[in-house]
């Protein structure tokens, strides 16, 4: 059975920094492609950053240059650095894994491939 289970989230103020974690099980962990979405009140689930199979990490704009994504394999853990936050980065975080391509809209956590059950951010200002 995949699990995806988050955690590290909570309430910082603007310009703080966060850590989000998720440890995943169940899949071959090594070579996969796993990403982070967010969903802010309000808004529909966005794509925060992605790894690709080959290591190839890409983020959205919006948080390009701030965000760092990690993936350690002797851990089967990924990572979500959080720096120079805004309020704007309030939403509930996702990681995700064995999705078929970037997926847009909607609502947080999709029908298709694995997700984690969340963790909150909120930052104030």
């Known amino acids: 059975e995949v699990q995806l289970v988050e955690s590290g989230g909570g309430s910082v103020q603007a310009g703080g920094s966060l850590r989000v974690s998720c440890a995943a099980s169940?899949?071959?962990?090594?070579?996969?492609?796993m990403a982070w979405y967010r969903q802010a009140p309000g808004s529909e689930c966005e794509l925060v950053s992605t790894i690709t199979s080959d290591g190839f990490t890409v983020y959205a704009d919006s948080v390009k240059g701030r965000f760092t994504f990690s993936k350690d394999n002797s851990k089967n853990t990924i990572y979500l650095q959080m720096n120079s936050l805004k309020p704007e980065d309030t939403a509930v975080y996702f990681c995700?894994?064995?999705?078929?391509?970037?997926?847009?809209?909607?609502?947080?956590?999709?029908?298709?491939?694995?997700w984690g059950q969340g963790t909150g951010v909120t930052v104030s200002s």
């Open positions: 995700t894994a064995d999705l078929p391509g970037v997926l847009y809209g909607g609502s947080c956590p999709h029908d298709i491939g694995y």
């Open positions: 169940g899949f071959t962990f090594d070579g996969s492609a």
